[in-house]
């Protein structure tokens, strides 16, 4: 079965810094990874996707993130965080097979100080 | 304008009194599925349809059933709701199963007292 662990529940940074979220996951074969983002009151949103390929995806809303096999790793970065960043953001993987369904992360809360 | 709506966006209710939360999609999704947020423990799967007529347990699935009768509607029903179930419930929909985006809905946020 697959798992993701977020190993940060709260970041804070300052805007105009940049910011790295971290991502794990436990998968036995070529997973599909994802980030979405919730804003407080608000449903999840997709930020990027991972399938297959190059292994640096890019999304929307100046964010991106790389995947690394031999780390299990698919982090999400921004060079330049805006105070609009404030959100919980979750990273999921999917799992090829009768569900397909997507395992999600506890999510990391992420604060901006003006 | 294509979206995920559910209803009631907020529940709150008694012990034992049966609930449907609705579930609908405009974009002709073929998979919809329905997620519990719970502080802490992130989303979990409760309950997921692959079509119409087609669905199949998630990681949660207790207390719990589903419905899938039209292509664009998915209802999750609490047939005598606890108050272990008072979370925050999120429908989402995907063309497919192979993990085109998932849009979710607002969410709806259940308390059962």
């Known amino acids: 079965a697959q798992s993701v662990t977020q190993p940060d529940i709260h970041i804070t940074v300052s805007e105009g810094a940049s910011l790295e979220l971290r991502c794990n996951y436990s998968?036995?074969?070529?997973?599909?990874l994802f980030w979405y983002v919730q804003s407080p009151g608000q449903g999840l949103q997709l930020l990027l996707k991972?399938?297959?390929?190059?292994?640096l995806v890019q999304g929307i809303k100046g964010f991106e993130a790389e995947f690394k096999r031999s780390q299990s790793s698919f982090n999400l970065r921004k060079p330049s965080v805006h105070w609009s960043d404030a959100a919980e953001y979750f990273c999921?993987?999917?799992?090829?097979?009768?569900?397909?369904?997507?395992?999600f992360g506890k999510g990391t809360l992420l604060t901006v100080n003006p | 304008e294509a979206q995920v709506t559910q209803n009631p966006r907020y529940l709150i209710t008694v012990t034992g009194k049966k609930l449907t939360v609705t579930c609908s999609q405009n974009?002709?999704?073929?998979?919809m599925s329905w997620y519990r947020q719970d502080p802490g423990l992130g989303l979990r799967q409760i309950y997921y349809?692959?079509?119409?007529?087609?669905?199949d347990k998630g990681d949660v699935p207790e207390g719990y059933k589903v419905s899938r009768k039209e292509k664009r509607n998915f209802p999750l029903i609490l047939e005598s709701p606890s108050p272990n179930q008072t979370s925050l419930y999120f429908c989402?929909?995907?063309?497919?199963?192979?993990?085109?985006?998932?849009?979710f809905g607002p969410g709806t946020r259940l308390t059962v007292l």
């Open positions: 349809s692959m079509n119409v007529e087609v669905t």
């Open positions: 998968y036995g074969a070529t997973p599909y």
């Open positions: 989402a929909s995907s063309l497919t199963i192979s993990y085109n985006e998932q849009f």
């Open positions: 974009m002709n999704h073929e998979y």
């Open positions: 999921a993987v999917g799992a090829q097979g009768s569900n397909y369904k997507l395992t």
């Open positions: 991972y399938f297959s390929g190059d292994t």
